[in-house]
């Protein structure tokens, strides 16, 4: 099965309204190749590609879907594209490669993985691939440097090890043949144990199950989900002391696992331990407000305890969640309502049923807008993605309330608010049934998760940032982490061998962004941006413009010592003059250097004012430039000293079908 590298970039700037409309196209496309629909999902990366024709993630997506329609040729001529656009670009000559391998172009594979490697020397799957290639031409002995090496990158890898060891056999070396076979063992073998554990248990072999489970938890005691799935058939098994050992210990060992305290609930409750039972319903509804079988579980116990007004309140607050459930609305609560003798409220809910009040129509309504005196609300709905969405864009200050609903059971699936450019505040994601997954604090860089099979490797990611965390404050200190920096969720990425967001084996590169908090008022989006490899080591590399650390010798107390007002201050000392229009601006800005070390660049602190326009217009060709010209004081935010007063400037290009935008650029 082919495996290719998804990389997010970022490209060539175009108008806003193109970009918007382009990477529309490009998001339309992603979601009919998650369909499956390559045909569609090619239409659309093209009129991606029309609009901006330098949209490279375009050329990757659309080199993917030809290469699912067996159309490789065509793969190939993005891929090359892709190249084209950003040389240093690993992911497009790896996916050529994977390409070329499937033409049997084994020798072109491997100059593609080649320059893959040369361009990121810890790229695991390129030495994987480029083993394989090898193998096929069968130059045995260099597929074996290529899977020791990517053994070396990450040595707990089962598929590179068999790779290896089948290599070995082929040279016929068993020794080391056997070596790797064992590891490899080693490795899969408490995740082979618990999987083979269920199918037994679906198989009804529950004596085998156990067993599967035990041997699980014996190779990896702290795989807690070895001790649900043992749980869940000591339950079967009416073992229910035994199945609450096993939910306490998946419990201790991941405390937000809603479905164990369920599950521990539902064996309390059969040993009559009520208050037991209602206590971990509880916890799980504290752990997802949103969770309504934790409700209606516990609806059903008050019931049994004959708190009839408490099981009513459950049933509803279930079936608020989730108002298709035709068994709480035919059964549960009609049966409260009658213990409680209120039968026009147990008839109402039985007409409500037989009439198919809680059934959603297929008709979707037309998109709208309102304008408010304080704000703009935007309606639109989206048959092909079962989507309503919300916009509620304030007109006094830069940000909008949003909320996604599923269109066709009217449930929440996200909501949060974001500015013009990145998300703010918490973020909430939902399932299909209303439960909540996830929660995200973007002014804080926090996430909670309630369910982590909705974040495939989940823990691995966590464990990474842990990482990343750890090697941020080893350069600034505990104090400045604390005080200035804040993990982006909307910029860091991974890198994985699969498609978009389908990932079946877990991802071996990480790119790690942080905002800087430079003072209650001022947040910098990504000014921290670096990568690891698979065992969380730091990978530099000579073509990112971001790592964000600056040596400091000798500083002490690393914290920035210029605030906006002073900066201000010391700039009309040294000739800033403002007016109502030329007012001036202050920022923090990053000075990479571009080399491929740790410490890579300088923060500066920058105050500038517009000074002039300058616009070209070629009506000819329909375009237009616009240069705006700017006064610039450069200060060092570490000490507060100014070190520099220069002149800049920033070209904004306009032309019929696109344009660009760059930053602040030096006269010369």
């Known amino acids: ?132 290639a090898k193998g ?142 209602i206590a971990d319903y509880s916890k799980a509804i504290e752990i997802n407000p949103f969770y309504a079988l934790a409700y209606y579980n516990r609806g059903v116990v008050k019931d049994d305890l004959h708190d009839y007004q408490g099981s009513i309140a459950d ?122 997954q996830c929660i995200t604090d973007h002014d804080k860089g926090t996430i909670s998760v309630f369910d982590e099979n909705y974040i495939p490797f989940y823990s691995l990611k966590m464990k990474m940032k842990q990482k990343a965390d750890s090697l941020v404050k080893s350069i600034y200190s505990n104090d400045f982490f604390n005080k200035h920096v804040i993990f982006s969720f909307d910029g860091s990425l991974l890198f994985t061998p699969n498609t978009w967001e389908s990932w079946t084996e877990a991802p071996k590169q990480f790119m790690m962004r942080y905002k800087i908090k430079y003072d209650e008022s001022h947040i910098y989006k990504d000014l921290i941006e670096f990568e690891l490899d698979s065992n969380g080591n730091f990978l530099p590399n000579n073509f990112e413009e971001v790592y964000g650390f600056e040596e400091l010798p000798g500083a002490t107390v690393k914290t920035f010592k210029l605030d906006y007002s002073t900066a201000i201050q010391i700039a009309k000392q040294n000739g800033l003059i403002e007016t109502d229009s030329t007012k001036a601006n202050a920022f923090l800005r990053w000075e990479c250097s571009k080399q491929p070390k740790i410490y890579n660049g300088n923060y500066r602190y920058y105050v500038i004012q517009k000074n002039r326009t300058k616009f070209i217009t070629d009506k000819e060709q329909g375009s237009e430039t616009k240069t705006d010209f700017f006064n610039v004081w450069v200060f060092n935010p570490w000490s507060g000293e100014l070190i520099q007063q220069k002149q800049m400037k920033q070209i904004k290009f306009h032309e019929n079908f696109g344009g660009y935008s760059t930053g602040l650029l030096d006269i010369k």
């Open 136 to 277: 096929q031409l069968e130059d045995y002995a260099g597929a074996i440097a290529d899977y020791t090496k990517a053994i070396e990158i990450n040595p707990d890898d089962a598929d590179t090890l068999i790779n290896n060891g089948n290599s070995d056999s082929e040279l016929k070396d068993y020794q080391a043949a056997d070596k790797d076979f064992n590891r490899a063992i080693q490795v899969k073998n408490y995740i082979v144990y618990d999987s083979r554990g269920f199918a037994k248990n679906e198989l009804q072999d529950t004596k085998g199950a156990i067993a599967d489970y035990n041997k699980a938890i014996q190779i990896n005691p702290f795989y807690a989900l070895a001790y649900y799935n043992r749980g869940n058939v000591k339950t079967k098994l009416q073992d229910y002391q035994g199945a609450i050992t096993d939910f306490s210990k998946a419990i201790e060992l991941n405390p937000i696992d809603t479905e164990s305290y369920i599950n521990r609930g539902l064996a309390k409750y059969e040993l009559k331990d009520y208050q037991g039972a």
């Open 1 to 132: 099965m082919k495996n290719l590298l998804l990389l997010l970039f970022v490209g060539l700037l175009i108008c806003p309204a193109c970009k918007l409309q382009s990477e529309q196209y490009l998001i339309r496309g992603i979601a009919k190749a998650n369909q499956h629909q390559y045909k569609r999902a090619i239409a659309n990366f093209t009129k991606a590609i029309k609009i901006n024709p330098d949209y490279r993630l375009a050329y990757i997506k659309r080199g993917n879907a030809r290469c699912e329609l067996k159309d490789l040729q065509g793969g190939i001529a993005d891929y090359t594209k892709a190249i084209e656009i950003e040389p240093h670009d690993s992911g497009s000559y790896y996916n050529r490669g994977i390409t070329k391998s499937e033409l049997q172009d084994y020798k072109g594979a491997i100059a593609d993985y080649d320059k893959a490697i040369e361009i990121a020397p810890r790229f695991k799957n390129a030495y994987d691939n480029r083993g394989n």
């Open 315 to 436: 049933y509803n607050k279930a079936l608020e969640i989730n108002p298709n459930d035709s068994d709480l609305y035919s059964g549960s609560r009609d049966n409260a309502k009658d213990n409680l003798k209120n039968n026009l409220g147990a008839i109402a809910d039985f007409l409500k049923f037989k009439s198919g009040e809680t059934n959603t129509t297929d008709t979707v309504p037309a998109s709208y807008k309102i304008q408010t005196d304080s704000s703009v609300i935007e309606v639109n709905y989206y048959q092909d993605y079962n989507s309503k969405r919300e916009f509620n864009r304030l007109k006094d200050k830069d940000i909008t309330y949003f909320k996604d609903y599923y269109l066709d059971t009217k449930i929440l699936r996200e909501e949060g608010a974001f500015t013009d450019k990145s998300s703010v505040g918490i973020w909430k994601l939902y399932s299909t049934v209303g439960k909540i």
